[in-house]
């Protein structure tokens, strides 16, 4: 059963802020599609494959050609906050 | 008054109309705009309108000699607002894009500009697509035209909405689990999801990859070949699109014979209304007498289904969202003092409660210790659930089911329990695992309200899909105009109406 402990540690592993009261609210969530969802535990398929592609591709690229992308002023014109041009983020710890 | 009768007319004749000179653009653009006028104040099924714009190009297109107009021009289109265009701010129903303005186009919205469709404006969609009522839009609630106390369905509820109250001709939207069927189901249009590579997602902004397909919410089964058509193909920006063996042919066929239907026992357990099932029965019977044949068989592993999709699903969009983090674009919390509590509070502040659920299940699925047990689990089941469908394609040429198991439900009415949400899926959900093309179109209503018929193929049998599906439709014969009834009317549930949501953006921080 997922705790209020173990959901705090997920949500920080998502890089995502619960309120408290989100949080009690997120466990009990959980807990109930967590239920659900551990039903395909009951099927025994140790020998059957993982799938990892729907259909019968094989892996494609493009050819090898130096191409325009992106400017450097259209890949910042929707950045929060821009700097010498770059994107500009808060310091990485505190001090 | 033009004559166009935008509760009944369909693309395919809207576009000889127009060919033949018996309508313009602008009188098309305007039919639709009026009708906006008139029930987007009830239904809000767009998030942004683009009145003026649509009919600015409309005007141009008028001018332009016909020889140089494209296959779809004038015809005006709803556009589900996942879909990046440069220049229109592209919410995905979320704060965290509530002012991102694209700087490129998705390959299949850029498709159909090249073909000179006139967009009118940007649809309301449960946010980033998850979600099957389209209440989980950080913006606003669309109602469905057949009865304003009742959802649209979702995800593309905003296009099949817009489609349904002749506020759109026709329109996009995106499918990971049903989100295009099920609301067209719920809305009474077609609506397809096609085979998975069919059409590019190169711009769709992301759910779960492996599952997410663009598609057509239309009147008619003809005007989903025809919109297909031209947003199908391969394009070099999405390594996972193929190249089409084929072209989408608009059906003409009005006959069945000799085409083997299946009926998969498990899709019609527990959980389907007896409306639903009674509607569903009497299709069959058409289907018998258009010279198809049916038979009850089996897909066993679709129990497994729905949960082994609430695990890749999630898994994916955990991935998938980790690029919303308030340094390129979008939201960011205000006042962090470092960069972690930036990510946090960014993410915190603008994702919603059904997103927030969404990631925090992948990120679990995902997370040491968890993996085996849960995604690499799911992986096999989502193998065990094609292998089901390959194997019922050896003795079935398609396979049908009721698209949602309920006709629309009220509004409110599943929102503080997303394992009954997640049910309204059941029939859809394993099409998308197993990557396949269907189809959902109008069968009949129960108590007042829209039944879907689904009707599933092989990979890539898209025509073939296509022509049973429109010779089914010929033989239901389905009025497509709603009510607009209100059945909580007096009830007092509904706020005011009145209101024209030219930006709903700008209600959510009032």
Not at chain 2, 439 to 455: N, R
Request: hydrophobic fraction near 40%; aromatic fraction near 6%.
């Amino acid at each position: 059963m997922i705790t209020e402990a173990d959901v705090r540690y997920v949500a920080r592993l998502a890089r995502l802020r619960l309120e408290p009261d989100e949080l009690t609210r997120m466990t009990v969530e959980l807990a109930k599609i967590l239920g659900h969802i551990d039903k395909i535990g009951e099927l025994d398929i140790a020998d059957v494959q993982p799938m990892a592609h729907v259909l019968d591709v094989v892996n494609v690229s493009r050819a090898d050609v130096a191409r325009a992308s992106l400017s450097r002023d259209d890949a910042l014109r929707s950045a929060p906050a821009v700097t010498d041009g770059a994107f500009r983020v808060p310091r990485m710890s505190q001090r | 008054m033009s004559g166009l009768d935008p509760l009944r007319l369909t693309a395919v004749e809207a576009k000889r109309l127009l060919v033949e000179g018996e309508t313009s653009a602008t009188e098309l653009t305007k039919t639709y705009l009026d009708q906006i006028a008139a029930h987007e104040g009830d239904v809000h099924a767009f998030i942004q309108l683009c009145g003026e714009e649509a009919a600015r190009y409309a005007a141009r297109i008028d001018q332009e000699a016909t020889a140089v107009r494209g296959a779809l021009a004038g015809l005006p289109t709803a556009i589900k607002d996942n879909m990046v265009t440069e220049g229109v701010v592209t919410t995905a129903g979320s704060r965290i894009l509530q002012n991102y303005t694209p700087v490129y186009t998705a390959t299949a919205v850029r498709k159909l500009f090249d073909q000179h469709i006139v967009m009118l404006g940007r649809t309301n969609l449960d946010e980033f697509a998850m979600g099957s009522s389209t209440e989980n839009s950080a913006f606003q609630v669309t109602r469905n035209p057949w009865d304003l106390a009742t959802v649209p369905g979702g995800s593309s509820g905003g296009t099949a909405a817009a489609v349904a109250a002749g506020e759109a001709l026709w329109g996009l939207g995106s499918d990971t689990g049903g989100s295009i069927r099920q609301p067209a189901s719920l809305c009474g249009i077609v609506g397809m999801k096609p085979t998975y590579g069919a059409v590019s997602r190169y711009g769709l902004i992301a759910f779960a990859s492996s599952l997410d397909q663009i598609g057509p919410l239309t009147r008619s089964v003809a005007d989903c070949a025809l919109l297909l058509r031209h947003i199908a193909g391969y394009d070099e920006c999405d390594s996972t699109s193929v190249r089409l063996p084929f072209e989408v042919e608009v059906p003409t066929a009005d006959r069945l014979d000799g085409l083997r239907f299946g009926v998969p026992v498990e899709y019609l357990a527990e959980g389907v209304e007896p409306g639903v099932r009674a509607r569903f029965e009497e299709t069959l019977r058409l289907i018998e007498e258009l010279g198809g044949r049916c038979q009850e068989m089996h897909l066993s592993h679709t129990e497994y289904a729905l949960a082994a999709y609430y695990i890749i699903a999630p898994a994916e969009a955990s991935a998938n969202l980790a690029r919303f983090d308030g340094v390129r674009y979008g939201y960011r919390a205000a006042g962090a003092e470092d960069l972690l509590e930036m990510y946090e509070r960014t993410r915190g502040e603008g994702f919603g409660p059904e997103v927030k659920r969404r990631i925090m299940i992948g990120t679990y699925a995902l997370s040491s210790g968890y993996y085996e047990a849960y995604y690499g689990q799911a992986q096999k089941v989502r193998r065990l659930v094609k292998e089901d469908f390959g194997a019922a394609f050896q003795d079935f040429d398609l396979i049908v089911s009721p698209t949602s198991p309920t006709v629309a439900f009220k509004v409110g009415s599943r929102t503080q329990d997303p394992l009954a949400m997640y049910q309204s899926d059941a029939c859809t959900i394993p099409v998308n695992l197993a990557g396949l093309p269907a189809v959902s179109i109008p069968c009949g209503l129960s108590d007042g309200l829209p039944v879907g018929f689904q009707i599933i193929g092989r990979a890539f049998s898209e025509n073939l899909v296509l022509r049973a599906a429109h010779a089914v439709e010929g033989a239901v014969g389905f009025d497509t105009a709603p009510t607009f009834r209100d059945s909580s009317a007096g009830v007092g549930s509904i706020g005011p109406g009145g209101l024209c949501a030219q930006d709903a953006r700008e209600a959510v921080d009032a």
